[in-house]
């Protein structure tokens, strides 16, 4: 007789080579005021001093069980915690962000007041000194699953996510997580989120928009070296095909989501794919510019770097400068970024400025403040109509 007490709570944190971070994380973690959960750590085969660390928390404190695997992805890590988990809910942290020390009970008591199988937050995105909110476009409030499917990836104008792909960002019923991460395709490893998070959802009875946010989700890759490999385009078709697959079992309602999500993580990840059928010109989704154009491009996120590293190996145009509001964090980086307002002083050196970002409306507050210092409207490219399709019509009038 008294043996340990069954938690309410498991929690998931895959490992792999974050020793700089991993104290952080576990910490905030251990500090929560909701205090019955185990901790399941994978070590994914690290070869950093994160090991000895986990067997130093492990130590201090019972919750935490280590578990070390040879390295094998991401989604081989989560699978391999599900099959250790024990409590009623299982919530994800990624072991080189943090949480707020309230995190965990305002998930749970929000699950415990509505009894649904999945609790949806918000997040915190840190990149630098910079920390801003990013929010599930679907309203807060309670659902049946299915009444989120229409819009759960793709909610209009382009691109926003219904949903927040991000697993961190979810504290999701045991049978439904334990069921839906064995059926995860091991070879994913664009996307991991996306499938499992979208899994469970489709998965679930019953669903929770809440307005929790206290979990800070770092950016840490702002470098120029291209993670990329020559398949990259495979790569992001194995999670669409993924998804694809779960669509089909859940009458097709997907579809235009799904294609909107290709043409989301082709600019993200793979932009020259984009360009395959051009000769004469290039950035064919941004209506085509002439080679040997002269070029501005605004925005230094995700979409803007991958855009700037195509743009530089293929020499096809010149980039004249590469502006972004938050310049500072960037340069910090060692990224030759710069601030926009150079832009006034290279006045008519360019032919063209690409805005290099994926959601609809950051682009029309971009051209905006660009109007500002004098751009001619007529030298501003965003994403066409036709590459954008039909559901996002309200603000490209602004961009033609």
């Known amino acids: 007789m008294g043996g340990k007490a069954t938690p309410l709570l498991s929690v998931i944190v895959p490992v792999y080579n974050v020793e700089n971070y991993l104290r952080m994380c576990l910490d905030s973690i251990l500090a929560q005021t909701f205090q019955d959960f185990e901790v399941i750590c994978v070590d994914d085969g ?13 130590q201090k404190d019972e919750r935490i069980n280590v578990i070390s695997q040879k390295n094998a992805g991401l ?32 998930l749970v008591n ?9 609790v949806i937050a918000n997040l915190y995105y840190v990149m630098g000194s910079e920390c801003s909110i990013r929010r599930n476009a679907c309203r ?21 996510f219904g949903i927040l792909p991000n697993l961190v960002a979810k504290l999701i019923k045991r049978s439904v997580f334990c069921e839906c991460v064995q059926n995860i395709d091991e070879k994913i490893v664009v996307g991991e989120d996306a499938a499992l998070s979208y899994s469970c959802l489709l998965q679930s009875l019953d669903v929770l928009v809440s307005d929790i946010c206290g979990y800070y989700y770092v950016q840490r890759d702002n470098t120029l070296t291209k993670t990329y490999t020559n398949n990259e385009y495979e790569r992001c078709m194995r999670l669409i095909d993924f998804l694809n697959g779960l669509d089909s079992v859940h009458h097709g309602g997907l579809k235009i989501q799904l294609e909107q999500y ?27 510019i002439p080679i040997g154009s002269r070029i501005v491009l605004y925005g230094a996120g995700g979409a803007g770097r991958a855009l700037y590293s195509y743009l530089k190996a293929s020499g096809r145009v010149e980039i004249v400068l590469w502006a972004d509001r938050s310049f500072a964090v960037y340069q910090s980086d060692g990224l030759p970024v710069n601030s926009p307002s150079e832009m006034e002083r290279i006045r008519g050196g360019y032919d063209f400025v690409i805005i290099a970002v994926t959601a609809e409306k950051t682009a029309e507050a971009i051209r905006r403040d ?28 602004s961009f033609v």
């Open 75 to 106: 989604v081989s890590a989560r699978k391999t915690g599900a099959k250790n988990v024990s409590g009623n809910y299982v919530v994800c942290v990624d072991s080189d962000d943090w949480i707020e020390d309230t995190y965990f009970e305002e």
């Open 262 to 288: 290709k043409k989301f993580l082709m600019l993200f990840r793979c932009p020259e794919f984009l360009d395959l059928n051009c000769s004469n010109q290039i950035l064919e989704p941004y209506g085509g």
């Open 46 to 58: 690290s070869t950093d001093h994160s090991p000895e660390i986990l067997a130093e928390y492990a």
């Open 370 to 397: 660009i109007r500002l210092l004098g751009v001619p409207v007529e030298k501003i490219r965003w994403l066409t109509r036709n590459f954008i399709g039909s559901n996002s019509e309200s603000l490209q009038a």
């Open 140 to 160: 807060e409030g309670i659902y049946r699953s299915e009444e989120l499917w229409p819009e759960m990836i793709s909610k209009a104008p382009f691109f926003e």
């Open 110 to 118: 929000a699950r415990e007041k509505t009894g649904v199988d999945l």
